[in-house]
């Protein structure tokens, strides 16, 4: 299953967007879903999660401003970013995780401006 991430975009501080990842197949068909990020120089890091099960995990850092959901009907996922602030700034990444493999999809861009 193939993940397309999109949503991504410029957006003044204190600003919201909405990414979404769709998938080629079953979405649903993952243990886990979810997003991460890589800033300019720095190490990509985990951003939220989402089980088959509906736990949910947050990075400290956007706990409370960012929201990530699962849209059946749509077999896509998306992340809400509310209170966007300038350390958001990073290429996203969708991943969906199985037990034995991860499959990534290509990065969206969202730059926070101040």
């Known amino acids: 299953v193939q993940l397309q991430a999109s949503g991504g975009g410029l957006v003044q501080s204190g600003g919201s967007l909405r990414l979404s990842c769709a998938a080629s197949?079953?979405?649903?068909?993952?243990?886990?879903i979810g997003w991460y990020r890589q800033a300019p120089g720095k190490q990509r890091e985990l951003v939220a999660v989402i089980s088959k099960g509906g736990a949910t995990n947050y990075a400290d850092s956007v706990k409370g401003r960012f929201t990530i959901f699962t849209d059946n009907a749509k077999n896509t996922m998306g992340l809400q970013m509310n209170s966007l602030k300038p350390e958001d700034t990073a290429v996203y990444y969708c991943v969906g995780h199985d037990t034995s493999s991860s499959s990534w999809g290509q990065g969206t861009l969202v730059t926070v401006s101040s």
């Open positions: 197949g079953s979405i649903f068909s993952f243990n886990v």
